[in-house]
T-cell receptor, first 114, second 109 residues
């Protein structure tokens, strides 16, 4: 497809479990971003990749959150030892280059921690 | 204080009305501004992208930026039920987007 693809669309996990969320950006897009969106709120920045390099991870809420993009394409956001406050929609976005180019979003993964 | 403030609504208008959505921001260094539309259980979709002060029009949508008052607006003319969604304003200082809370809009037939 032409857009950003995220999987799974929905994920339910028990508190304490590890989860992995996948993002397939638009082909050829250099920049990839992860955002967290709580219910009724705007998305909040988590981390940013330019190709395979993670250039900004200032938004990751704790060291339980880890993201990678080993080949500069697909990215995975991993959350270890999940907690209830991790319940949110996790959005991935990509853009052609870094900086001010428009970001294109996927439909997100809705994570529920029981 | 949040860097981008937006009234969450909800806002309900009749079909055909003119809708005005607004945000304020705190950092005068911000220069690029965006409006995204987000339908329920979908990702944000870029509507408008503007640089610095002034107006930009695209069909029924007009984005306005007033840097002197740090105020950004989105106007929707002849609103349609299909415009019912959450509208998010955003700015980008260095790549990452900073969003407002989003305004939930409902256009009634």
């Amino acid at each position: 497809g032409a857009g950003v693809s995220q999987s799974p669309r929905y994920k339910v996990a028990k508190r304490g479990q590890d989860v992995a969320l996948r993002c397939d950006p638009i082909s050829g897009h250099v920049s990839l971003f992860w955002y967290q969106q709580a219910l009724g709120q705007g998305p909040e920045f988590l981390t940013y990749f330019q190709n395979e390099a993670q250039l900004d991870k200032s938004g990751l809420p704790s060291d339980r959150f880890f993201a990678e993009r080993p080949e500069g394409s697909v990215s995975t956001l991993k959350i270890q030892r999940t907690q209830q406050e991790d319940s949110a929609v996790y959005l991935c976005a990509s853009s052609l280059l870094r900086g001010r180019e428009p970001q294109h979003f996927g439909d997100g993964t809705r994570l529920s921690i029981l | 204080q949040k860097e981008v403030e937006q009234d969450p609504g909800p806002l309900s208008v009749p079909e055909g009305a003119i809708v005005s959505l607004n945000c304020t921001y705190s950092n005068s260094a911000f220069q690029y501004f965006m409006w995204y539309r987000q339908y329920s259980r979908k990702g944000p979709e870029l509507l408008m992208y503007t640089y610095s002060s002034g107006n930009k029009e695209d069909g029924r949508f007009t984005a306005q930026v007033d840097k002197s008052s740090k105020y950004i607006s989105l106007f929707i003319r002849d609103s349609q039920p299909s415009d019912s969604a959450t509208y998010l304003c955003a700015t980008t200082p260095r790549g990452k987007l900073i969003f407002g809370q989003g305004t939930e809009l409902s256009v009634k037939p």
